[in-house]
């Protein structure tokens, strides 16, 4: 049987400690041999929120991501950092958080032919923050995003 090879990098951002389907798709791209998951981005979820009412909801989400990976017995895993605890009001507020620099890392890199992917189910808080500080990213991955509803 042919060794089968990751076709594509994804840095995966979720609210892991909201509802379950975060969960779902973190565990798929985790199990899938053509993906290279690069960067977990532990998401915050809308303010009143039935769940994660601990105040730290990026926190609690890249801690469930990190229980994940160490009940499924993954040998080798990819970083997982808690993102923005809140929304951005404006674009002035984008700070050079350890999510925000790590996104912008993955995107500059110059070291790999594989298409970089961001695949998202929660707020988009972490990405525009690294988009604020780093323009350039933009043409250097693609957005796979889920979400909206509570937006009009």
Same mark, same amino acid.
């Given at each position: 049987?042919?060794?089968?090879?990751?076709?594509?990098?994804?840095?995966? /951002?979720? /609210?892991?400690?909201? /509802?379950?389907?975060?969960?779902?798709?973190?565990?798929?791209? &985790?199990?899938?041999?053509?993906?290279?998951?690069?960067?977990?981005?532990? %998401?915050?979820?809308?303010?009143? %929120?039935?769940?994660?009412? %601990?105040?730290?909801?990026?926190?609690?989400?890249?801690?469930?991501?990190?229980?994940?990976?160490?009940?499924?017995?993954?040998? %080798?895993?990819?970083?997982?950092?808690?993102?923005?605890?809140?929304?951005?009001?404006?674009?002035?507020?984008?700070?050079?958080?350890?999510?925000?620099?790590?996104?912008?890392?993955?995107?500059?890199?110059? /070291?790999?032919?594989?298409? &970089?992917?961001?695949?998202?189910?929660?707020?988009?808080?972490? &990405?525009?923050?690294?988009?604020?500080?780093?323009?350039?990213?933009?043409?250097?991955?693609?957005?796979?995003?889920?979400?909206?509803?509570?937006?009009?």
């Amino acid at each position: 049987m042919p060794k089968i090879s990751p076709r594509c990098r994804v840095i995966i /951002d979720n /609210d892991f400690a909201g /509802d379950p389907d975060g969960l779902f798709q973190f565990v798929h791209h &985790l199990l899938s041999p053509t993906v290279d998951v690069r960067l977990v981005v532990g %998401s915050h979820f809308k303010a009143m %929120s039935e769940w994660g009412k %601990s105040g730290r909801q990026s926190e609690d989400s890249a801690a469930k991501a990190t229980e994940v990976m160490e009940r499924m017995g993954l040998r %080798s895993r990819p970083p997982v950092l808690a993102g923005a605890e809140a929304v951005l009001k404006d674009a002035r507020q984008a700070m050079r958080t350890p999510a925000a620099e790590a996104i912008i890392a993955e995107a500059m890199r110059e /070291d790999s032919p594989l298409p &970089l992917f961001y695949c998202a189910g929660a707020g988009l808080t972490d &990405l525009a923050m690294a988009l604020s500080i780093e323009p350039r990213i933009a043409g250097r991955m693609t957005l796979a995003w889920i979400g909206g509803g509570e937006h009009s």
